[in-house]
């Protein structure tokens, strides 16, 4: 028996174990009942957000964030863009704007979402939505490591908070913030005084 690995063979084998003892994987909730394309087109206001350290990198300095949906040119497919949209640090900073494809939608209320072209595609789920609220799980893996975002979001900037929190603890008991992280409100105030 040949007890002298190669030196890659160790490196492997405490890869794999450290993987798997890291990995969180995705989780794949159920779209809304309530999800229509026509109720989910538009603008909303980033309420608050569970998100891990390497999810979006460009959401890090945000404030006065927005998300606007809006049909591609070829309404029939579902295919959709999300402009994320925010200020960097302070209502009056510089926009931070990134735009999401949301493609191959199936079944309704579940997309596949890029920003890049080299960057990975990730699930991206609308998991409870009404007139006045939405709230959306996006997740996806690379090299063993999942990053997921759970974003609330609302028709208003400055939301019923009581509401705000039954949505957080709706997607906590779907067991999705696996990595058991903060909310963390976002600031909107003094972002909208001309509207
Ligand atoms: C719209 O989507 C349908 C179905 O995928 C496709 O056959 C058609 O070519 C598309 N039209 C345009 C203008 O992209
Ligand atoms: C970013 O998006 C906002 C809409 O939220 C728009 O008003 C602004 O012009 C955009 N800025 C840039 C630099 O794309
Ligand atoms: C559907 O919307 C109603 C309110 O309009 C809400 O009470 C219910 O929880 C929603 N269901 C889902 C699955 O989002
Ligand atoms: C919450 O967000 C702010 C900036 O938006 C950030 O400075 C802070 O570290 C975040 N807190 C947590 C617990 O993620």
Not at 178 to 187: E, I, S
Request: some cysteine; glycine content about 8%; charged content about 20%.
């Amino acid at each position: 028996m040949d007890f002298k690995k190669p030196w890659f063979f160790y490196v492997i084998l405490v890869y794999s174990e450290v993987m798997i003892l890291v990995q969180a994987k995705c989780m794949s909730p159920p779209p809304s009942s309530n999800f229509t394309l026509g109720g989910y087109y538009g603008l909303w206001f980033e309420a608050g957000k569970i998100q891990t350290p390497g999810g979006a990198f460009f959401e890090k300095d945000c404030v006065c964030t927005t998300i606007e949906v809006e049909p591609k040119s070829n309404k029939t497919t579902g295919d959709c863009t999300a402009l994320n949209s925010c200020r960097k640090l302070k209502p009056q900073g510089k926009y931070i704007n990134a735009t999401g494809q949301l493609e191959d939608m199936n079944p309704p209320g579940k997309w596949k979402e890029s920003f890049f072209f080299f960057l990975p595609k990730v699930d991206y789920t609308v998991i409870y939505l009404d007139k006045d609220f939405a709230v959306e799980y996006d997740c996806g893996e690379t090299l063993g490591i999942t990053n997921y975002c759970i974003h609330v979001m609302a028709r208003v900037p400055d939301p019923d908070l009581t509401k705000v929190q039954s949505l957080v603890n709706f997607a906590e008991q779907l067991g999705l913030n696996t990595d058991k992280l903060p909310y963390n409100q976002t600031h909107q105030a003094g972002c909208w005084g001309k509207r």
